[in-house]
């Protein structure tokens, strides 16, 4: 996790229905998450990760392209992981105080999450 200060330019800080650009202040913070996933397993692994996020806060960019994005979370799924292979996945978030968001809450689907280690098994949708 990083911060990144926001000067002079416009940052979207809030999804509002009747504008759909949404409300933007002049400056701000954007949290930048990144997540190391590595198969450390002989064979090659396919699952579902989610990553969690305070409800209050506007993703930006996200690399690899998710499965899906909701108020709450982003859903990657990870088609073919390879033995010794590593994947980084990327995210954004605005509308967050400096310190709002200090550590990923990850969840896995589709693999036994005692292969996973710093993710929980999936209990949502």
């Known amino acids: 996790m990083e911060y990144e200060k926001v000067r002079g330019k416009q940052v979207q800080t809030k999804l509002d229905v009747n504008n759909p650009k949404g409300q933007t202040e002049s400056g701000g913070w954007i949290a930048k998450s990144t997540i190391m ?3 450390y ?3 090659p692994q396919k699952f ?3 990553a969690l996020f305070p409800k209050n806060a506007t993703v930006g960019e996200v690399k690899p392209k998710p499965t899906k994005i909701t ?3 982003i859903k990657w799924s990870l088609e073919s ?5 590593k994947i980084d996945l990327f995210f954004e978030l605005a509308g967050l105080n400096k ?7 990850l969840y896995v689907q589709n693999i036994n999450p005692t292969y996973v280690i710093g993710a929980d098994k999936w209990e949502g949708e």
């Open 48 to 50: 579902s990760l989610y």
């Open 81 to 85: 992981i390879d033995p010794t292979d």
């Open 71 to 73: 108020d709450t979370y």
């Open 37 to 39: 996933v590595v198969n």
């Open 41 to 43: 397993k002989g064979k």
């Open 99 to 105: 310190g709002d968001f200090d550590e990923n809450d």
